[in-house]
T-cell receptor, first 114, second 114 residues
Framework: AQSVTQPDIHITVSEGASLELRCNYS??????LFWYVQSPGQGLQLLLK??????LVQGIKGFEAEFKRSQSSFNLRKPSVHWSDAAEYFC????????????FGTGTRLKVLA | GAGVSQSPRYKVAKRGQDVALRCDPI?????LFWYQQALGQGPEFLTY????????KSGLPSDRFFAERPEGSVSTLKIQRTQQEDSAVYLC????????????FGPGTRLTVL
């Protein structure tokens, strides 16, 4: 069965520090992978996505993610975190058969210290 | 409209009441998804429409949950005889293709069952 694991429930970083949020997936074929951000009371905003091609993908707000098939990972990174990045981050994999529904991880809540 | 809209944004129901949650997808979007997000969890798939056809309802937790999209645009998620475990944020998403295109999410409806 398809699944997504985000091992870190909470992460705290200082403003200006680098950030890496981990995501591991279980999927039998080439996955379609996404990172979304959710601020309190808001819906999910797409940061970036990977369908195929270059394994390093650039997103909005200075985020990037790298797809590593050998490690079944799609980690999200940002070189310098801003206070406004504090939010919850979700990794998702899209089913490529039938419904194309998303399977989400449980999320990582990011706290940014001033 | 510019994005996916949902109404109401907040709903409080007494246990046993019926509720109806509305989703207005992006104009012209073919596919529509409903997800349930419990507190501290990632969204979980409920059901999927392609135009007016409900192609997958495997995620609906019980027969108290019912969704429709009669004209292939607006969708309504109905929950009958609400229970406390139904308390969650209900998210709607739409895509402009029937496939693994990016899903655009609405702000959600927070349902609290007392």
């Amino acid at each position: 069965a398809q699944s997504v694991t985000q091992p870190d429930i909470h992460i705290t970083v200082s403003e200006g520090a680098s950030l890496e949020l981990r995501c591991n997936y279980s999927y039998g074929a080439t996955p379609y992978l996404f990172w979304y951000v959710q601020s309190p009371g808001q819906g999910l905003q797409l940061l970036l996505k990977y369908f195929s091609g270059d394994t390093l993908v650039q997103g909005i707000k200075g985020f990037e993610a790298e797809f590593k098939r050998s490690q079944s990972s799609f980690n999200l990174r940002k070189p310098s975190v801003h206070w406004s990045d504090a939010a919850e981050y979700f990794c998702a994999v899209a089913s490529t058969s039938g419904t194309y529904k998303y399977i989400f991880g449980t999320g990582t809540r990011l706290k940014v210290l001033a | 409209g510019a994005g996916v809209s949902q109404s109401p944004r907040y709903k409080v129901a007494k246990r046993g009441q019926d509720v109806a949650l509305r989703c207005d997808p992006i104009s012209g979007h073919v596919s529509l998804f409903w997800y349930q997000q419990a507190l501290g969890q990632g969204p979980e798939f409920l059901t999927y429409f392609q135009n007016e056809a409900q192609l997958d309802k495997s995620g609906l937790p019980s027969d108290r949950f019912f969704a429709e999209r009669p004209e292939g645009s607006v969708s309504t998620l109905k929950i009958q005889r609400t229970q406390q475990e139904d308390s969650a944020v209900y998210l709607c998403a739409s895509t402009d293709q029937s496939g693994t295109d990016t899903q655009y999410f609405g702000p959600g409806t927070r349902l609290t069952v007392l």
